[in-house]
Every structure is written in structure tokens, then in C-alpha cells.
């Protein structure tokens, strides 16, 4: 457990930098990150580098005793490399390339910016790569930032060629697995193919889908190659790379397997304004941020993470990209450093050490306000790295790796392809994933968040959220895990090649569910469908019979009479569908439902897996890591713990106040 800041001693006169490490370090800082937009500076002029104030920044960082997070610096390529090399440039959507004046101005299939990135990552690694200041390491900024993962240049579209021959081999087998027969789009030869995009209506989803696939897989390729050099001129020091929260435009599981370290920058303020949340939603959660957002992104960039994950960028204070920018209250700073290491995190690194007067983030606060002085922010960092100590001297394995009970699947292609055959407006992967994760916190259970393919044996519940392309295996997967499964609607509806199984949905999970999908329907936002119990179930004490009520999608199913497993009815829609079924340890919801149902839903499934559960509230979160218990309020009211020790508290006390964090061993 450790404190880190974002440093751009390139912002700020040179005078300024010792006295900048110093307060860092006092302040209980222990590492800081650097140069990640620095190409301009570090290469001012094609082939010439101008190491000097670089050097001496790291020199001075190191000379205190700070830890340094060196950074490729290729988010920014500098004007000059761009007049060179127009093709840089992405081509959006709408024919146009995306014009240098920001950042994240390059295509990621360019092979101008390819090799253009291997000279500057070459020239990095060998200047620092042995250098006793710097430990780790950072790849590029935030991959994909402001829509930048999809280019429909001719270099992508090239490369885009080459790939669909590696995928299928011969234009025919691409022919069968897309239905090019369809409105008559057969292709005699791969270059026949271009980018899926200006066409007069809805593109082939099959080929928007491998179009996506593609342009992930680009990313993966881009940051290979980066790692590699890394690797080749500083071997021993932990690379990463800072994701950004809730962004799923690739399939970072691949990225992420490169690396040792999977960051991510936090922001839970900014991310409620720009979610999917409903109106009165944001109000509550104003200047707290969602109680599961972060602890949700915590835990799925902990499942791709080989070392502890890290919070590359905390948010301080206001930031300024978001429609509205509230500033946290008192406490949040504080509290969400505390959250990300009860979800396991290494480090928290705070953005930015000192708030910018100029330039397009000067609106965006830091630990420190733009005269000099800390800021609420920086005080609360000040707090955590007390009491860091303290946990620390309390528990020396405070951070310990352990493993939830519970797992949660999820899958970045899931998203893309709902995308593209979304069948009505709203339906959102990472929103009901996200609903999903938050109806199990908020029964007090921690959570896995895992891949696809990850291993599924020791844990007891495991929650699908819709998984529209299942592999082959893992129904045999989740039947040898013992554990108890939820299935979600549309589960097993497509094949990899985006058609409708031969055996319709959940196709390749009938072999543990007895049940066929024969029709399908999209809910508008305003139109719900009443759930009953049916008789002898859990009926709970619900109002006229109803328990809850089905939101965004319906799936009409019916049991497989073929099969050798019989399939309960657990709960029904009005007009006598079934809503939820059970075929032994297996169960398939056939919809959204609202948030309560869905608590009530888990909280009965999870007393199946022999798990014990605690609703303390909607604005209390637990998580237990090690021998350690960690408390959260989101509240405006002070939460006392009952049947504690006071002894037992290594931080905070039974009387949880508002904002507040109390650890205690458990």
C-alpha cells in the first residue's frame, strides 16, 4: 500500500522542482509518474533529443527519495511528426481525419506511427532504463481516449485485409460465417472488403463486429510492442499501463496480458455526470460518486492484473470534462483512497500534484491549488499516508492477495456486440453488469470480476450478466465449479460469427440448462412487466403480489423436452411466462430486473451457495481483504457498528461518520 502522484516538471519552472519533491515526500508520496505528454519536449526537433531537463527532473525526484513511473510519451505525437507523416492521423466515422491540437491524434494501424513510436520508446528505454530512480514503467495514456480506438483509415482498412485472412483463410469460409448472401454482398476476394462504415443503412453486423475485433486487437498489437522494448532495455521493472474507467472499446484482458501491472484512472464524480445514470440518481450521488462505481472498476482491472493493481489517477478535486463538475465532499478523497485498497490496489496515485493555471486542464484540481497551497484533496492524502502506516504496523499483510467467493463474468466483445444488434435502444452491457456487481455488494459479498476463460473452480456463486457469445466449454465449466450460476437474458443467443445458434439461445449452455429462447422482446424505458413467485416459493411480503417488476428485455422461454434435467419455475411474468427458472444448481433470469428484485434474487441464490449476506444499508459498502474489515459511508448519517471491539480498530471507530472509513481486524 503505498501514495503516488502525476508530476509534470515540464509545466513549472525548474526552481520549483526540489521543493516540489520535497513536500511530496513529506506529504507521504512514494512514487510519481512523469513525461507521458512530453514527446515535444524530450524530441523538439526530428532526431534531436533534448535529455537535459528530463534528467535532471528524474535526478532531483530520485534525489528525495521518490520512486519514479516513467512514461512513453506517445499520446502526443509533436507537429512536426505529424506535418511528416499526415497519415498519422485517424479517419473517423465521417471520412475526416482527426486534426492535430489536442492529444491521441494517431491511428493505431499507421505504420508511420508505428515506427515513429518504436524510435521514441527505443530512445526512452535506452536513456532511463537502467537509471536506480526509476521502478516502473507506463505505456502511452489511456488507450483509446475521446473515441480514438476505430480508425477507418487506408492503413486500417489495409490491415484490416490481413487480418480477416488469418481469421478465415478463404474468402468463401468468410462468405458462410458472415451470410454475405444477404442483400447481395458476397466477395470474390478479402480485397474486396472495406471498413464497414458511410453505408446507405445498417452495415453487416457481422462485419462491423470483426471490424471492432480488429481495431482491438490493433491496440494489443500497439502496446506489444511497446512493452517489448521496455522489457529489452529495463528488465526487472514492472510495466503498466492506465486504463480508463468503465471503457470497454477494447478487449483490455489482451492488453492487460502484456503488462504486470493493469491501472486505471478514477473519477467517480466525473463518471456519475457522464454515465447512464438516471437524473435523481445523480443528485444523490452528487459529490460522493455511485457507492459500486469505483470498488466495480476496482475489481475488474484486479482480475486482469498480474502484480496489484494500481489507481494510476485519483480525482482530487472538481475535474472539468464532465457536462456538470461538482467538488467531492469533505471526506471522499480520503475515502476512495481507502476503497481502492481494501479492493486490493498497490498503489493510489493522485492526478494532478498541483493544479494547472493554462491550457485545456487548468479547471482540473490537484493536491495543490495552482498558488502553491494544499487543497482539501491533498490534506486527505496527507491522512491516508498516516494511516497506511498504522494498517501497515497492524497488519504487515494488510494487502494480501486473496480470493472472493463470488465471481462475476465479463466480457469486453459482449458490449460490442449488443452494440451492434442492441434490438432496442437502451440495452447496455456495462450498465447491467454494473447492476449486477451492485446488487451483490450491496449484500455485502466481495466480488471477482473474471474473463470468459477464467479458472471458475472454489467459488460458490458465480453471476453471468448477458453473455450473448458463449464458449463451447463453459457450460462444463460453471457445472464443475459446484458453484450456484445466474444466468442472464440473452446468454448463448449469437455464435462468434454473430448469427443465431442452430439450436436457438442459450445454445451452447443447453447442455446445463434445459430451456429454448423461441421469441424475443425490447421494453421501451416506460413500459415494465410485473414478476410474481409462483406458489410455494419465496414469496416475501410483496404488495398485491408482485414482487418486482422486468425492464429493457423479455426472453419467452420454455423447457427442452429433450433434455434429462427438469427446469423449475421460480417466478412468472403476468401473463404466465416464466420469468426466472432453476434447473438444479443453474439459474436463468429471462429479463432486467428492477434493482430490489434483483437483491432479493441473489440474496436467495446466494443462501443456496451457503453464503452469508448483510444489507446494512444503500449507502454502506463492506469489504474484507485479509484479517482486515473495511467499512465505507456514503451517507449523510453516521453508521454505528454493532459487536465490534473497540480494540480491534486499526483505523476510524464503531461510529462511522459520513464520508468516513473505519478499519478494523476482523
Known amino acids: 500500500m503505498r501514495l503516488g502522484v502525476c508530476y509534470y516538471p515540464e509545466h513549472w519552472p525548474e526552481s520549483m522542482w526540489a521543493d516540489d519533491a520535497r513536500r511530496m515526500k513529506a506529504l507521504g508520496i512514494e512514487q510519481v509518474r512523469i513525461a507521458e505528454f512530453a514527446w515535444s519536449r524530450i524530441e523538439p526537433t526530428p532526431g534531436e533529443y533534448d535529455w537535459g531537463w528530463l534528467d535532471r527532473a528524474i535526478d532531483v525526484l530520485g534525489a528525495a527519495g521518490l520512486q519514479v513511473v516513467m512514461c512513453t510519451p506517445t499520446a502526443t505525437p509533436p507537429k512536426w511528426l505529424i506535418d511528416r507523416h499526415s497519415d498519422i492521423l485517424a479517419i473517423g466515422a465521417d471520412g475526416r481525419p482527426r486534426a492535430f491540437g489536442s492529444r491521441r491524434h494517431y491511428d493505431f494501424s499507421s505504420p508511420s506511427y508505428f515506427v515513429a513510436s518504436e524510435k521514441i520508446c527505443t530512445a526512452v528505454a535506452e536513456r532511463y532504463g537502467k537509471h536506480p530512480a526509476v521502478a516502473y514503467w507506463q505505456t502511452d495514456n489511456e488507450f483509446g481516449c475521446h473515441h480514438t480506438v476505430v480508425s477507418y483509415s487506408p492503413a486500417a482498412v489495409g490491415r484490416f485485409r490481413e487480418w480477416l485472412k488469418a481469421r478465415y483463410t478463404t474468402v468463401d469460409a468468410l462468405n458462410r460465417a458472415w451470410g454475405t448472401v444477404f442483400w447481395s454482398m458476397e466477395y470474390r476476394s478479402f480485397d474486396e472488403i472495406d471498413a464497414p462504415v458511410a453505408t446507405v443503412t445498417e452495415a453487416h453486423p457481422s462485419h462491423r463486429l470483426d471490424y471492432r475485433r480488429f481495431a482491438s486487437d490493433e491496440v494489443a498489437r500497439y502496446n506489444r510492442m511497446q512493452v517489448e522494448i521496455i522489457r529489452a532495455h529495463s528488465p526487472g521493472r514492472p510495466v503498466a499501463h492506465n486504463f480508463m474507467q468503465l471503457f470497454t472499446e477494447f478487449d483490455h484482458y489482451k492488453v492487460a496480458a502484456d503488462l504486470d501491472v493493469a491501472s486505471w484512472d478514477s473519477y467517480p464524480l466525473g463518471a456519475l455526470e457522464e454515465q447512464w445514470f438516471a437524473p435523481e440518481v445523480k443528485a444523490r450521488w452528487l459529490r460522493s460518486g455511485h457507492p459500486d462505481f469505483a470498488s466495480f472498476n476496482h475489481d475488474v482491472y484486479r482480475g486482469m492484473s498480474k502484480l496489484p493493481f494500481w489507481v494510476m489517477e485519483q480525482q482530487p478535486g472538481p475535474v472539468n470534462w464532465a457536462l456538470w463538475n461538482p467538488a467531492p465532499l469533505p471526506g471522499m478523497v480520503r475515502l476512495w483512497s481507502w476503497e481502492a ?326
Not at 349 to 369: D, I, K
Not at 599 to 610: E, P
Not at 614 to 638: C, W
Open 341 to 666: 485498497f481494501a479492493h486490493g490496489a498497490g498503489c493510489v496515485s493522485y492526478f494532478r500534484w498541483r493544479q494547472a493555471p493554462f491550457a485545456q486542464e487548468q479547471m482540473h484540481a490537484g493536491l495543490n491549488t495552482p498558488d502553491n497551497r494544499l487543497d482539501i484533496g491533498g490534506n486527505e492524502a496527507a491522512q491516508v499516508a498516516d494511516e497506511i502506516r498504522a494498517v501497515l504496523a497492524a497488519d504487515a499483510d494488510a494487502n494480501a492477495t486473496i480470493r472472493a467467493k463470488v465471481a462475476l463474468i465479463y466480457d469486453y466483445e459482449a458490449k460490442w456486440l449488443f452494440e451492434i444488434h442492441p434490438q432496442g435502444a437502451d440495452f447496455h452491457y456495462p450498465r447491467f453488469a454494473f447492476e449486477y456487481y451492485s446488487a451483490l455488494r450491496a449484500l455485502g459479498l466481495d466480488v471477482d470480476v473474471v474473463p470468459v476463460n477464467a479458472p471458475l473452480d472454489g467459488y460458490r456463486m458465480i453471476v453471468v450478466p448477458p453473455l450473448p457469445v458463449v464458449p463451447d466449454d463453459l457450460g462444463a465449466r460453471l457445472a464443475h465449479s459446484g458453484a450456484q450460476v445466474v444466468i442472464g437474458p440473452r446468454s448463448g443467443s449469437k455464435t462468434a460469427d454473430l448469427q443465431i445458434p442452430a439450436n436457438l439461445p442459450p445454445g451452447a449452455l443447453t447442455s446445463v440448462l434445459p430451456l429454448r429462447v423461441w421469441r424475443v422482446e425490447s421494453m421501451r424505458p416506460n413500459v415494465t412487466e410485473a414478476v410474481r413467485f409462483v406458489d410455494g416459493a419465496d414469496r416475501g411480503e410483496a404488495a398485491e403480489g408482485v414482487d418486482g417488476y422486468a425492464r429493457h428485455w423479455r426472453d419467452f422461454i420454455e423447457a427442452d423436452t429433450r433434455a434429462d434435467t427438469s427446469l423449475d419455475v421460480i417466478a412468472s411474468f403476468d401473463d404466465g411466462h416464466p420469468a426466472y427458472v432453476q434447473s438444479g444448481t443453474f439459474h436463468y433470469l429471462a429479463s432486467l430486473f428492477d434493482d430490489t428484485l434483483t437483491t432479493r434474487l441473489f440474496a436467495r441464490i446466494a443462501a443456496q451457495a451457503g453464503l452469508d449476506t448483510t444489507q446494512p444499508g444503500d449507502t454502506i459498502r463492506i469489504s474484507r481483504r485479509g484479517a482486515l474489515t473495511y467499512v465505507f459511508n456514503y451517507g449523510d448519517q453516521t453508521h454505528t457498528l454493532a459487536d465490534i471491539d473497540d480494540a480491534a480498530f486499526v483505523a476510524g471507530s464503531r461510529a462511522v461518520e459520513p464520508q468516513g472509513v473505519a478499519i478494523y481486524r476482523s
